[in-house]
């Protein structure tokens, strides 16, 4: 089992930076792939960004690509994402997951563990 545990959402300027982190306990951290998934009012869950094991490789959405960052510290059992010159439409609530598969994912079927999510509001 793992447990995966969100932080650093709020309420941020359009423009403005934030930094999400999501603390991981239970089974081995570094043996998993994992991704950060947000959820907008009204719409489906959707992908954002995932980095493999190892931190060599990551994809995000085409929405996000110049702005996000994914990044994780295996050390420390702690994704990041980086999210920089933010705008209304990021707004949604954002969930880290971890997938035992090889490889980045952009899928949600291929994640076998979820957060409990973290808001996000970007002012207009």
């Known amino acids: 089992q793992v447990q995966l545990v969100e932080s650093g959402g709020g309420l941020v300027q359009a423009g403005g930076s934030l930094r999400l982190s999501c603390a991981a306990s239970?089974?081995?951290?570094?043996?998993?792939?994992m991704g950060w998934f947000r959820q907008a009012p009204g719409k489906s869950r959707e992908f954002v960004a995932t980095?493999?094991?190892?931190?060599?490789?990551?994809d995000y959405a085409d929405s996000v690509k110049g702005r996000f960052t994914i990044s994780r510290d295996n050390a420390k059992n702690t994704v990041y994402l980086q999210m920089n010159s933010l705008k209304p439409e990021d707004t949604a609530i954002y969930y880290c997951?971890?997938?035992?598969?090889?490889?980045?994912?952009?899928?949600?079927?291929?994640?076998?563990?979820w957060g409990q999510g973290t808001q996000v509001t970007v002012s207009s």
């Open positions: 997951a971890a997938s035992l598969r090889i490889g980045v994912q952009k899928e949600e079927e291929k994640y076998d563990y």
């Open positions: 239970g089974r081995t951290f570094s043996s998993y792939a």
């Open positions: 980095i493999m094991w190892s931190g060599i490789s990551t």
